[in-house]
Protein backbone atom coordinates (compact mmCIF):
# COMPACT_ATOMS: atom_id res chain seq x y z
CA UNK A 1 0.00 0.00 0.00
CA UNK A 2 1.48 3.36 -1.13
CA UNK A 3 1.78 6.02 1.91
CA UNK A 4 -0.15 8.84 1.94
CA UNK A 5 1.24 12.20 2.07
CA UNK A 6 0.67 13.14 5.78
CA UNK A 7 3.24 9.61 6.04
CA UNK A 8 5.85 11.17 4.54
CA UNK A 9 8.63 12.35 7.10
CA UNK A 10 9.92 15.89 6.30
CA UNK A 11 13.61 14.13 5.87
CA UNK A 12 11.77 11.93 2.65
CA UNK A 13 10.32 15.15 1.61
CA UNK A 14 14.20 16.91 1.64
CA UNK A 15 15.61 13.85 0.04
CA UNK A 16 12.96 13.98 -2.82
CA UNK A 17 14.00 17.80 -3.37
CA UNK A 18 17.41 17.14 -3.47
CA UNK A 19 16.92 14.37 -6.18
CA UNK A 20 16.46 16.15 -9.94
CA UNK A 21 14.31 12.84 -10.84
CA UNK A 22 12.17 12.77 -7.89
CA UNK A 23 12.22 16.54 -7.41
CA UNK A 24 8.38 17.04 -8.53
CA UNK A 25 7.39 14.40 -6.39
CA UNK A 26 9.15 16.53 -3.47
CA UNK A 27 7.39 19.27 -4.54
CA UNK A 28 3.67 17.56 -4.33
CA UNK A 29 4.88 16.01 -1.07
CA UNK A 30 6.04 19.34 0.52
CA UNK A 31 2.62 21.21 -0.98
CA UNK A 32 0.00 18.42 0.40
CA UNK A 33 1.54 18.68 3.56
CA UNK A 34 2.01 21.98 4.72
CA UNK A 35 0.07 24.08 2.22
CA UNK A 36 -2.89 24.07 3.89
CA UNK A 37 -1.78 24.69 7.30
CA UNK A 38 0.82 27.30 6.07
CA UNK A 39 -2.48 29.30 4.22
CA UNK A 40 -4.66 29.55 7.56
CA UNK A 41 -1.90 30.55 9.59
CA UNK A 42 -1.42 33.14 6.77
CA UNK A 43 -5.18 33.63 6.60
CA UNK A 44 -5.70 34.33 9.94
CA UNK A 45 -3.22 37.14 10.37
CA UNK A 46 -4.02 39.31 7.00
CA UNK A 47 -7.75 38.03 6.93
CA UNK A 48 -8.79 38.39 3.25
CA UNK A 49 -8.59 35.62 0.63
CA UNK A 50 -6.72 37.61 -1.71
CA UNK A 51 -4.14 39.23 0.31
CA UNK A 52 -3.63 35.55 1.63
CA UNK A 53 -3.34 34.17 -1.63
CA UNK A 54 -0.17 36.86 -2.15
CA UNK A 55 1.52 35.72 1.21
CA UNK A 56 1.61 32.25 0.53
CA UNK A 57 2.71 32.03 -3.02
CA UNK A 58 5.73 34.31 -2.59
CA UNK A 59 6.16 32.07 1.14
CA UNK A 60 6.05 28.73 -1.42
CA UNK A 61 8.59 30.57 -4.13
CA UNK A 62 10.88 31.77 -1.17
CA UNK A 63 10.64 28.21 0.53
CA UNK A 64 11.56 26.27 -2.96
CA UNK A 65 14.09 28.81 -3.99
CA UNK A 66 16.23 28.18 -0.98
CA UNK A 67 15.39 24.81 0.06
CA UNK A 68 18.88 23.52 -1.07
CA UNK A 69 19.94 25.89 1.67
CA UNK A 70 18.27 24.51 4.43
CA UNK A 71 20.43 23.08 6.30
CA UNK A 72 18.40 20.76 9.43
CA UNK A 73 19.16 23.10 12.13
CA UNK A 74 15.53 23.67 12.74
CA UNK A 75 12.91 21.65 11.88
CA UNK A 76 11.20 21.61 8.67
CA UNK A 77 7.89 23.30 9.52
CA UNK A 78 9.39 25.50 11.88
CA UNK A 79 11.47 26.65 8.79
CA UNK A 80 8.04 26.94 6.70
CA UNK A 81 6.03 28.78 9.17
CA UNK A 82 8.80 31.18 10.37
CA UNK A 83 8.87 32.08 6.19
CA UNK A 84 5.02 32.37 6.44
CA UNK A 85 5.04 34.95 9.33
CA UNK A 86 7.53 36.73 8.05
CA UNK A 87 6.11 37.41 4.82
CA UNK A 88 2.77 38.14 6.37
CA UNK A 89 4.40 40.81 9.22
CA UNK A 90 6.03 42.60 5.96
CA UNK A 91 2.48 42.44 3.92
CA UNK A 92 0.65 43.66 6.87
CA UNK A 93 3.91 46.39 7.41
CA UNK A 94 3.36 47.74 3.94
CA UNK A 95 -0.64 47.84 4.11
CA UNK A 96 -0.37 49.50 7.28
CA UNK A 97 2.21 51.96 5.50
CA UNK A 98 -0.07 52.91 3.06
CA UNK A 99 -3.24 53.33 5.11
CA UNK A 100 -1.87 54.90 8.12
CA UNK A 101 -4.58 53.79 10.63
CA UNK A 102 -4.73 53.83 14.27
CA UNK A 103 -5.56 50.13 15.70
CA UNK A 104 -8.97 51.29 16.84
CA UNK A 105 -9.81 52.08 12.88
CA UNK A 106 -8.40 48.97 12.13
CA UNK A 107 -10.85 46.67 14.18
CA UNK A 108 -13.81 48.36 11.95
CA UNK A 109 -12.38 47.98 8.96
CA UNK A 110 -11.69 44.54 9.38
CA UNK A 111 -14.91 44.12 10.91
CA UNK A 112 -16.52 45.95 7.67
CA UNK A 113 -14.32 43.97 5.01
CA UNK A 114 -14.89 40.32 6.85
CA UNK A 115 -19.32 41.25 6.82
CA UNK A 116 -18.52 42.01 3.23
CA UNK A 117 -15.99 39.18 2.65
CA UNK A 118 -17.24 36.31 0.18
CA UNK A 119 -15.08 33.89 1.82
CA UNK A 120 -15.94 34.69 5.57
CA UNK A 121 -19.24 33.29 7.11
CA UNK A 122 -18.77 33.85 10.91
CA UNK A 123 -21.46 35.04 13.12
CA UNK A 124 -21.99 37.90 14.97
CA UNK A 125 -19.50 36.52 17.89
CA UNK A 126 -17.28 35.46 15.45
CA UNK A 127 -16.79 38.82 13.78
CA UNK A 128 -16.41 40.40 16.80
CA UNK A 129 -13.70 37.75 17.84
CA UNK A 130 -11.71 38.81 14.49
CA UNK A 131 -11.95 42.69 14.99
CA UNK A 132 -11.19 42.30 18.70
CA UNK A 133 -7.88 40.11 17.31
CA UNK A 134 -7.22 42.87 14.87
CA UNK A 135 -6.53 45.46 17.34
CA UNK A 136 -3.94 43.47 19.37
CA UNK A 137 -0.68 44.40 18.61
CA UNK A 138 0.59 42.25 15.72
CA UNK A 139 3.40 39.70 17.72
CA UNK A 140 0.26 39.16 20.37
CA UNK A 141 -2.45 38.54 17.57
CA UNK A 142 0.34 35.72 16.04
CA UNK A 143 0.62 34.21 19.34
CA UNK A 144 -3.25 33.75 20.42
CA UNK A 145 -3.68 32.36 16.70
CA UNK A 146 -0.73 29.63 16.59
CA UNK A 147 -2.16 28.67 20.31
CA UNK A 148 -5.89 28.98 20.12
CA UNK A 149 -6.68 27.92 16.69
CA UNK A 150 -3.16 25.89 15.31
CA UNK A 151 -2.95 24.44 18.61
CA UNK A 152 0.54 25.04 18.76
CA UNK A 153 2.49 23.91 22.08
CA UNK A 154 4.42 27.37 23.58
CA UNK A 155 7.93 25.26 22.33
CA UNK A 156 6.72 24.90 18.36
CA UNK A 157 5.49 28.88 18.62
CA UNK A 158 8.84 29.52 20.21
CA UNK A 159 10.76 27.87 17.95
CA UNK A 160 8.93 29.74 15.07
CA UNK A 161 9.15 33.04 16.46
CA UNK A 162 12.41 32.65 18.16
CA UNK A 163 10.63 34.20 21.87
CA UNK A 164 10.74 32.19 24.60
CA UNK A 165 8.57 29.99 26.27
CA UNK A 166 8.12 32.22 29.26
CA UNK A 167 7.41 35.21 27.06
CA UNK A 168 4.72 33.28 24.67
CA UNK A 169 2.78 32.24 28.31
CA UNK A 170 2.42 36.03 28.84
CA UNK A 171 1.74 37.83 25.37
CA UNK A 172 -0.59 34.38 25.27
CA UNK A 173 -2.57 34.96 28.68
CA UNK A 174 -2.54 39.17 27.76
CA UNK A 175 -4.41 38.26 24.55
CA UNK A 176 -7.10 36.33 26.47
CA UNK A 177 -7.29 38.47 28.64
CA UNK A 178 -7.39 41.69 26.15
CA UNK A 179 -10.41 39.67 23.99
CA UNK A 180 -12.52 38.94 27.35
CA UNK A 181 -12.24 42.74 28.25
CA UNK A 182 -13.06 43.61 24.45
CA UNK A 183 -16.76 41.55 24.29
CA UNK A 184 -17.29 43.01 27.73
CA UNK A 185 -17.30 46.75 26.69
CA UNK A 186 -18.87 46.10 23.99
CA UNK A 187 -21.93 44.29 25.76
CA UNK A 188 -21.88 47.02 28.16
CA UNK B 1 -0.82 15.48 28.33
CA UNK B 2 -1.98 15.91 25.15
CA UNK B 3 -1.30 19.44 23.71
CA UNK B 4 -5.24 20.07 22.77
CA UNK B 5 -6.39 19.65 25.54
CA UNK B 6 -3.11 21.30 27.64
CA UNK B 7 -4.20 24.02 25.57
CA UNK B 8 -7.95 24.04 26.41
CA UNK B 9 -7.43 23.69 29.97
CA UNK B 10 -4.85 26.88 30.39
CA UNK B 11 -7.68 28.57 28.22
CA UNK B 12 -10.16 27.97 31.23
CA UNK B 13 -8.71 28.91 33.71
CA UNK B 14 -7.29 32.36 32.03
CA UNK B 15 -10.77 32.77 30.55
CA UNK B 16 -14.13 30.50 30.94
CA UNK B 17 -15.70 33.15 28.29
CA UNK B 18 -13.28 32.76 25.16
CA UNK B 19 -12.81 28.76 26.26
CA UNK B 20 -16.64 27.89 25.77
CA UNK B 21 -16.63 29.93 22.01
CA UNK B 22 -16.64 27.70 18.77
CA UNK B 23 -13.45 27.48 17.30
CA UNK B 24 -15.03 26.82 13.88
CA UNK B 25 -13.22 27.89 11.19
CA UNK B 26 -15.46 30.98 9.52
CA UNK B 27 -13.07 31.69 6.73
CA UNK B 28 -13.66 30.26 3.45
CA UNK B 29 -11.49 29.72 0.23
CA UNK B 30 -12.73 29.25 -3.44
CA UNK B 31 -13.32 25.72 -4.94
CA UNK B 32 -10.55 23.81 -5.95
CA UNK B 33 -8.47 26.76 -4.64
CA UNK B 34 -5.13 24.60 -3.06
CA UNK B 35 -4.76 22.11 -6.15
CA UNK B 36 -4.91 25.33 -8.54
CA UNK B 37 -2.47 27.00 -6.30
CA UNK B 38 -0.28 23.64 -6.19
CA UNK B 39 -0.26 23.65 -10.27
CA UNK B 40 -0.04 27.62 -10.40
CA UNK B 41 3.06 27.70 -8.08
CA UNK B 42 4.57 24.69 -9.92
CA UNK B 43 5.19 26.32 -12.71
CA UNK B 44 6.85 29.35 -11.15
CA UNK B 45 9.10 27.03 -8.86
CA UNK B 46 10.09 24.08 -11.31
CA UNK B 47 13.17 24.83 -12.91
CA UNK B 48 13.82 23.62 -16.34
CA UNK B 49 15.89 21.20 -15.59
CA UNK B 50 13.63 19.65 -13.52
CA UNK B 51 10.52 19.58 -14.97
CA UNK B 52 8.72 16.25 -15.93
CA UNK B 53 10.77 13.75 -16.59
CA UNK B 54 11.11 12.81 -20.45
CA UNK B 55 12.05 9.92 -21.95
CA UNK B 56 15.11 10.43 -24.30
CA UNK B 57 16.46 8.10 -26.20
CA UNK B 58 19.99 6.87 -25.84
CA UNK B 59 22.11 8.41 -28.64
CA UNK B 60 24.41 6.44 -30.49
CA UNK B 61 28.22 7.32 -31.65
CA UNK B 62 27.47 8.44 -34.86
CA UNK B 63 24.45 10.64 -33.92
CA UNK B 64 26.75 11.79 -30.98
CA UNK B 65 29.39 12.89 -34.39
CA UNK B 66 26.63 14.18 -36.10
CA UNK B 67 25.67 16.41 -33.40
CA UNK B 68 29.34 17.33 -32.38
CA UNK B 69 30.08 18.38 -36.25
CA UNK B 70 26.31 20.21 -36.52
CA UNK B 71 27.57 22.20 -33.12
CA UNK B 72 30.99 22.81 -34.40
CA UNK B 73 29.93 24.34 -38.16
CA UNK B 74 26.99 26.10 -37.34
CA UNK B 75 27.51 29.71 -38.99
CA UNK B 76 28.54 31.64 -35.88
CA UNK B 77 30.52 29.47 -34.50
CA UNK B 78 32.54 28.21 -38.12
CA UNK B 79 32.71 32.47 -38.49
CA UNK B 80 34.20 32.60 -35.13
CA UNK B 81 37.04 29.78 -35.60
CA UNK B 82 37.63 31.30 -39.20
CA UNK B 83 38.38 34.67 -37.42
CA UNK B 84 40.51 33.09 -34.69
CA UNK B 85 42.50 30.90 -37.38
CA UNK B 86 43.25 34.66 -38.76
CA UNK B 87 44.12 36.02 -36.41
CA UNK B 88 46.39 32.48 -35.54
CA UNK B 89 48.16 32.52 -38.89
CA UNK B 90 48.56 36.55 -38.85
CA UNK B 91 50.39 36.28 -35.51
CA UNK B 92 52.71 33.49 -36.84
CA UNK B 93 53.13 35.23 -39.90
CA UNK B 94 54.06 38.42 -38.02
CA UNK B 95 56.40 36.62 -35.40
CA UNK B 96 57.85 34.83 -38.46
CA UNK B 97 59.11 38.46 -40.12
CA UNK B 98 60.71 39.04 -36.77
CA UNK B 99 62.22 36.04 -36.58
CA UNK B 100 63.66 36.41 -39.42
CA UNK B 101 65.47 39.49 -38.91
CA UNK B 102 66.75 38.22 -35.39
CA UNK B 103 67.58 35.65 -37.92
CA UNK B 104 69.82 37.84 -39.33
CA UNK B 105 72.05 38.75 -35.04
CA UNK B 106 71.67 34.72 -35.17
CA UNK B 107 72.93 34.28 -38.63
CA UNK B 108 75.94 37.63 -37.65
CA UNK B 109 76.64 36.09 -34.47
CA UNK B 110 77.18 32.38 -35.65
CA UNK B 111 79.82 34.17 -38.62
CA UNK B 112 83.75 34.93 -38.12
CA UNK B 113 84.05 38.68 -37.96
CA UNK B 114 85.43 39.03 -41.57
CA UNK B 115 82.39 37.04 -42.74
CA UNK B 116 80.47 39.08 -40.77
CA UNK B 117 81.99 41.97 -41.42
CA UNK B 118 81.41 40.85 -45.47
CA UNK B 119 78.21 39.93 -44.57
CA UNK B 120 76.67 43.44 -43.36
CA UNK B 121 78.57 45.01 -45.88
CA UNK B 122 76.39 43.34 -48.32
CA UNK B 123 73.21 43.27 -46.65
CA UNK B 124 73.37 45.95 -44.67
CA UNK B 125 69.97 47.75 -45.81
CA UNK B 126 68.59 44.52 -43.53
CA UNK B 127 69.69 46.30 -40.89
CA UNK B 128 67.55 48.61 -38.52
CA UNK B 129 68.91 50.81 -35.82
CA UNK B 130 68.42 48.09 -33.08
CA UNK B 131 70.60 45.52 -35.24
CA UNK B 132 73.06 48.21 -35.96
CA UNK B 133 73.79 48.85 -32.03
CA UNK B 134 73.76 45.53 -31.44
CA UNK B 135 77.26 44.56 -33.98
CA UNK B 136 80.54 45.12 -32.39
CA UNK B 137 82.45 46.49 -35.35
CA UNK B 138 85.60 48.62 -33.96
CA UNK B 139 86.21 52.25 -35.23
CA UNK B 140 88.25 50.58 -37.86
CA UNK B 141 86.03 48.55 -39.83
CA UNK B 142 83.24 51.48 -39.32
CA UNK B 143 85.42 53.48 -40.82
CA UNK B 144 86.20 51.60 -43.56
CA UNK B 145 82.70 50.16 -44.62
CA UNK B 146 81.38 54.04 -44.97
CA UNK B 147 84.59 55.13 -46.93
CA UNK B 148 83.84 51.86 -49.61
CA UNK B 149 79.83 52.69 -49.14
CA UNK B 150 79.26 56.14 -49.21
CA UNK B 151 80.65 59.65 -50.79
CA UNK B 152 82.14 62.22 -49.23
CA UNK B 153 79.51 64.49 -49.25
CA UNK B 154 77.97 63.43 -46.28
CA UNK B 155 75.75 60.57 -47.30
CA UNK B 156 76.37 58.25 -44.10
CA UNK B 157 76.21 61.31 -42.07
CA UNK B 158 72.18 61.04 -43.62
CA UNK B 159 71.66 57.56 -43.17
CA UNK B 160 73.12 57.74 -39.75
CA UNK B 161 70.99 60.52 -39.00
CA UNK B 162 68.04 58.75 -40.17
CA UNK B 163 69.01 55.50 -37.67
CA UNK B 164 69.42 57.91 -35.06
CA UNK B 165 65.98 59.01 -35.49
CA UNK B 166 65.20 55.24 -35.18
CA UNK B 167 66.44 54.98 -32.15
CA UNK B 168 64.58 55.81 -28.72
CA UNK B 169 66.78 57.01 -25.59
CA UNK B 170 67.17 54.19 -23.57
CA UNK B 171 68.81 52.25 -26.84
CA UNK B 172 70.43 55.33 -27.92
CA UNK B 173 72.08 55.57 -24.39
CA UNK B 174 73.15 51.59 -24.32
CA UNK B 175 75.02 52.94 -27.31
CA UNK B 176 77.62 55.40 -26.38
CA UNK B 177 78.08 53.63 -22.93
Given at each position: MQPTVNDISDDQILSLLKEEHSYERGFRALMQKYQERLYWHIRRMVYEHDDANDVIQNTFVKVFKSIHRF?????LYTWLYRIATNEAITFLNRKQKKSMSSLDDEGSHVSEKLQADTYFDGDEIQLRLQKALSVLPEKQRIVFNMR?????TYKEIAEVLETSVGALKASYHHAVKKIEHYFREVES | MEPKKEIQEELEQISPFLAGLDKTQNFKVPVNYFEEMQEDLWQKVAPESKSAPVAVPKKTWLSQLDELLANWFQPRLALSLASLLLLLTAGWYFMSSVDGSEELVAVESSLLDDEAYDYFAQN?????AELLSQLDFDDEEIDAFVESN?????EFDVLLEDLLQELDIDELEGLLL
Open positions: EGKSKYYEEM | FDEFDFSGDG
